[in-house]
């Protein structure tokens, strides 16, 4: 495998100022103070694997990705264990789901270990800043992108591998509870053959004028339908969703090429039938959903994801009408799949399916 080579920080963060800045953990706005950068060359492979200060990246303002937008990403985080050691939940899904990505996106793949190890590096020098288990973990975010200067339309020859990290309490403002969806039925997030089954920044430039339209409406984020009915519920702008019945089994809807295939919804299959639920893959649709929502056959709903883990759904809002889901104050199944994975990814429940990987 690729060496990396280390250059050396200029301005390490004293003890103090981090203790400061992690006093407070919201998402996403305090970084560490490491970066992993990787390049690409065609006809050369990946070189120059570095470990080093965190920094701006010179970029030719010809590069692809500015015109053509060929970037993708990863998100997942790493967890203080209870040995004070630091772990992180299935990096080789998303290693495996990177390349996925990048073959949409007509990207070079990066060797699965190569992924794991960038990781590794920059979770090793960054250790202090993983937060303690009861106030957050480290949000580590990998990501490539098109560097080559050329503004003729083909897949680049040049691309940069990063992987920087974020100190992550909640992902919702205020530590809610329960969020409000905005269902827009003017816009799609994806449609059938696109890259909606890719972790690409394009899909999220689509969801953000929808998005702003939700936030108008009071709403926290938007659920998007499939986009040539404009009837089934596809997933939220960046999580899954899934839907709790009162017979107990749980319905989220298949992957069927528009829709992310998020590693917590995978794993929240083995953790649901675990707890006893039925996880079922079945189309359903917005319709369906306002009728069992009216006629309590939903018991609840709730989105999940890396970010934001696992969080009930109080209140759905559309031009098609608005409805509350149960009392619209969440429910008994989604705390329970929550505790018992959040419990595994903490080291405070026993990991049965080999989930966990020690960074640090
Ligand atoms: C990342 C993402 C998810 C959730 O995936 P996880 O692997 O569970 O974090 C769901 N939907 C979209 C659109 C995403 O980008």
């Known amino acids: 495998m690729l060496e990396?080579?280390?250059?050396?920080?200029?301005n390490p963060t004293s003890p103090e100022e981090r203790a400061a800045a992690m006093a407070s953990l919201g998402f996403g706005t305090l970084f560490t103070d490491h970066m992993v950068t990787i390049r690409y060359t065609e006809g050369q492979g990946w070189h120059d694997a570095v470990l080093g200060p965190r920094q701006p990246i010179p970029l030719d303002p010809a590069a692809a990705v500015l015109h053509y937008a060929q970037e993708i990403f990863e998100g997942l985080k790493a967890y203080r264990m209870p040995d004070g050691s630091v772990a992180s939940f299935r990096?080789?899904?998303?290693?495996?789901?990177?390349?996925?990505?990048?073959t949409r996106l007509a990207m070079p793949h990066l060797p699965e270990e190569l992924f794991v190890e960038s990781i590794r590096q920059l979770v090793a020098a960054d250790a202090a800043w993983v937060?303690?288990?009861?106030k957050?973990?480290?949000?580590?975010?990998?990501?490539m992108f098109a560097s080559e200067a050329f503004l003729g339309v083909r897949p680049a020859r040049e691309y940069i591998y990063c992987v920087i990290a974020s100190p992550v309490g909640g992902y919702f403002k205020g530590g809610k509870s329960t969020v409000t969806l905005w269902v827009s039925h003017d816009y799609v997030r994806a449609v059938p053959g696109g890259t909606g089954a890719a972790k690409c920044g394009g899909n999220y430039a689509a969801s953000l004028q929808p998005q702003a339209q939700g936030i108008a409406q009071g709403c926290d984020q938007v659920l998007f339908l499939d986009a040539v009915e404009r009837k089934w519920v596809e997933e939220l702008g960046g999580m899954n969703v899934m839907f709790v019945f009162n017979d107990g089994t749980i319905v989220t809807p298949p992957l069927n090429g528009s829709i992310l295939p998020g590693i917590t919804r995978e794993s929240l299959s083995a953790v649901a039938a675990e707890a006893g639920y039925t996880l079922k893959e079945q189309p359903y649709s917005f319709d369906q959903w306002q009728e069992d929502a009216k006629n309590g056959r939903l018991k609840e709903a709730f989105a999940c994801g890396t970010a934001a883990v696992i969080t009930s759904i109080g209140?759905?809002?559309s031009t098609h009408g608005n409805f509350v889901i149960g009392n619209g104050d969440g429910g008994e199944v989604a705390r329970t799949l929550r505790e018992?994975?959040?419990?595994?990814?903490?080291?405070?429940?026993?990991?049965?399916?080999g989930w966990m990987t020690t960074l640090a």
């Open 91 to 102: 990096p080789q899904a998303n290693a495996a789901r990177f390349n996925q990505s990048a």
């Open 136 to 143: 957050g973990s480290l949000y580590l975010r990998p990501f």
């Open 315 to 317: 209140e759905v809002r």
């Open 4 to 10: 990396f080579t280390t250059s050396p920080l200029p």
């Open 340 to 353: 018992a994975l959040v419990g595994i990814q903490l080291g405070k429940r026993p990991d049965t399916h």
């Open 131 to 134: 937060p303690d288990a009861d």
